[in-house]
């Protein structure tokens, strides 16, 4: 019965393990990226990541457009996005010129084959008249016959002002405005309840379910930490520190690629899953002072929660900020925070069921340990493969 119960718990674990990484590649959308900048000098530029496997026949046709993009034969698509793409200034539309395209990363055949793949071309367009430095109130639309990925991750910047405006749009929908210093923002709108809500709902949905790392980290470290004061405690501490580092990362006082945050994220889940297995046989005793010395420290979770809040800002700047930053940065947090107590909330009940029927699910810990290790290890594995393959 024992072998039978331990072989269960080895392909729940991988199937999970697999499963995991899977989900969490829900946050390397296929979406469209795109940047707006107000050069120094006025003009405006705007340059394009798409993938254009949907204007394509098959994906044969579109390496080999890839292939000669030096060549002609992409104009009449080039000049067809440009169209739909709607930039104005004060309501006066802004013409666009094509400037130029090139492949985003070195891409094989087999790459535009391969349905986890999505090679992507890089446009730019930019404007032939300037804009008056310190004068000027542009939006973009992204129009009905712009029929690309969705939703479309648009920056705008000003080079002169050092601002930017981060937001994610479907088609038809108005960007938010970007302006010069004599220029009043048409969409800005005092902060009410109706403003504040999305944020809200974003920072949660950004942990529940969307948080699969995020997750994982808390099942590890409900696991480990007994009693539900010290557990109060150790989030509180974690909720202080990504609130630091997400803080910092907005205001952009820290700025560190993608890759070594989810990588440092992955590794702080390993982590624990190693000191769950450490602590397995202590759990399954009951001896639950011994098994919080098992746990990560004050220090310890503090430093984690430092890299989560990084993981987060992510996903925040993402969104649409305006010059209500810190509210913004509040509401966002607050959607955070109310995820993690819901999802902690359950994971204790759950806890304290499963270890007062210990007798008959020892092999908890083991199962959660092992995922905990296994699932990051797996996930590590897609991102260094995306990046060797990009």
């Known amino acids: 019965m024992l072998l039978c119960l331990q072989r269960r718990s080895i392909t729940l674990v991988l199937a999970l393990a697999f499963l995991a990484p899977v989900l969490a590649h829900s946050h390397l959308l296929n979406m469209t990226e795109a940047t707006l900048r107000v050069e120094r000098n006025g003009l405006v530029d705007i340059s394009l990541d798409i993938d254009l496997s949907r204007s394509m026949a098959t994906a044969e046709d579109y390496f080999a457009l890839a292939s000669s993009l030096e060549q002609s034969q992409g104009s009449p698509l080039w000049q067809r996005i440009g169209e739909a793409m709607k930039v104005e200034n004060g309501g006066q539309r802004v013409p666009l010129t094509f400037m130029g395209a090139e492949r985003v990363k070195k891409y094989t055949l087999e790459d535009f084959l391969d349905p986890l793949v999505w090679p992507k071309v890089r446009l730019r367009y930019a404007s032939q008249q300037r804009l008056a430095p310190q004068d000027f109130a542009l939006d973009v639309t992204f129009t009905s016959t712009f029929f690309f990925e969705e939703p479309i991750a648009l920056a705008m910047k000003s080079e002169r002002h050092q601002r ?69 405690a150790v989030v509180s501490i974690f909720t202080i520190a990504h609130c630091v580092s997400l803080l910092a990362a907005s205001f952009r006082l820290v700025e560190i690629d993608s890759l070594p945050i989810e990588l440092g994220i992955l590794g702080t889940i390993a982590w624990l899953g190693l000191r769950l297995l450490k602590a397995r046989r202590l759990s399954t005793t009951g001896e639950a002072q011994d098994l919080t010395r098992n746990a990560p420290g004050y220090g310890t979770i503090f430093s984690f929660g430092l890299v989560h809040g990084l993981g987060f800002s992510n996903a925040f700047l993402a969104l649409d900020i305006t010059e209500n930053i810190v509210i913004q940065l509040i509401a966002f947090n607050a959607g955070v925070e109310f995820a993690q ?50």
């Open 164 to 232: 930017r405006i981060n937001r994610w749009l479907v088609t038809d929908q108005k960007s938010p405005v970007l302006s010069g210093e004599n220029k009043v923002m048409a969409t800005e709108e005092p902060v009410t309840m109706a403003s504040v809500f999305p944020m809200i709902r974003n920072g949660f949905e950004h942990v529940l379910p969307g948080g699969v790392d995020h997750l994982l980290f808390l099942v590890g470290l409900s696991w480990l930490i007994v009693g539900i004061k010290r557990l109060i």
């Open 341 to 390: 107590i819901v999802f902690i909330t359950l994971l204790a009940t759950l806890f304290s069921w499963l270890r007062g029927h210990s007798n008959r699910l020892s092999s908890v810990p083991m199962v959660i340990g092992w995922l905990l290790i296994l699932a990051p290890l797996i996930w590590a594995g897609m991102l260094l493969t995306y990046v060797v393959k990009a």
